[in-house]
């Protein structure tokens, strides 16, 4: 299972930054995609989640509205969209397919999100 990630980067405070992650067709259809995040110094933590059929679930860390996860079937990926920017949303972004209940099973290289002014 490959899965690429892209759109990490520099930001200052306030901007956005707009995560894409792309996987195989045949491995794509039927599984829940999304994401986590690991700061320096900390476990990875779950960010968002969306499943086959577009339902949205958000962890505890991200704040209501800044956040939206959104996936394109028809293209086979997943995207994140971060608003509000803050500096405590900077860590490596990781992308995962196929929902085990608590995590996921695959997971993409990570990209690097760095808020900062």
């Known amino acids: 299972v490959r899965l690429v990630e892209s759109g990490g980067g520099l930001v200052q405070p306030g901007g956005s930054l707009r995560l894409t992650c792309g996987a195989s067709?045949?491995?794509?259809?039927?599984?829940?995609m999304g994401w986590f995040r690991q700061a320096p110094g900390k476990q990875r933590e779950f960010v968002a989640r969306?499943?086959?059929?577009?339902?949205?679930?958000y962890g505890d860390s991200v704040d209501s509205g800044r956040f939206t996860i959104s996936r394109d079937n028809a293209k086979s990926t997943v995207s994140l969209q971060m608003d509000s920017l803050k500096a405590e949303d900077t860590a490596v972004y990781y992308c995962?397919?196929?929902?085990?209940?608590?995590?996921?099973?695959?997971w993409g290289q990570g990209t690097q999100v760095t808020v900062s002014s």
């Open positions: 995962g397919i196929k929902w085990t209940g608590e995590t996921f099973q695959y």
């Open positions: 067709e045949s491995m794509f259809r039927g599984y829940s």
């Open positions: 969306i499943t086959d059929g577009l339902v949205t679930s």
